[in-house]
């Protein structure tokens, strides 16, 4: 079995904090760049954050410094830490784990996780 297993999302007021874990079984996360995509209704699905091999990282602006992507190699997990939470943030969001770079940022990956709902509200 391939598996990326998420955990972490769940209702928070805005300017809160949760973490995505990303856990892959079935196969090693050290050879994958990983991504979080996420999908608000009504609008398409977004890339968030990346992590490559090299551990380079991207940030989508909306996002960015108050965001951390970071891996864990020796537990074979990617974690998403959001901080500063905003109601925009509110969506299902995924991981997906892919050996070209390229194809993993425009959404097509080798594998994704299931969706989780992150929810921000007062």
């Known amino acids: 079995q391939v598996q990326l297993v998420v955990f972490g999302g769940g209702l928070v007021q805005p300017g809160g904090s949760l973490r995505l874990s990303c856990a892959a079984s079935?196969?090693?996360?050290?050879?994958?760049?990983i991504g979080w995509f996420r999908q608000a209704p009504g609008k398409e699905r977004e890339g968030v954050s990346y992590?490559?091999?090299?551990?380079?990282?991207f940030y989508a602006d909306s996002v960015k410094g108050r965001f951390t992507i970071s891996r864990d190699n020796a537990k074979n997990t990617v974690y998403l830490a959001m901080n500063s939470l905003k109601l925009e943030d509110t969506a299902v969001y995924y991981c997906?784990?892919?050996?070209?770079?390229?194809?993993?940022?425009?959404?097509?990956?080798?594998?994704w996780g299931q969706g989780t709902q992150v929810t921000v509200s007062s």
């Open positions: 079935g196969f090693t996360l050290d050879y994958y760049g």
């Open positions: 997906a784990a892919g050996l070209v770079g390229a194809r993993l940022r425009l959404g097509v990956p080798d594998y």
């Open positions: 992590i490559s091999r090299r551990d380079n990282t």
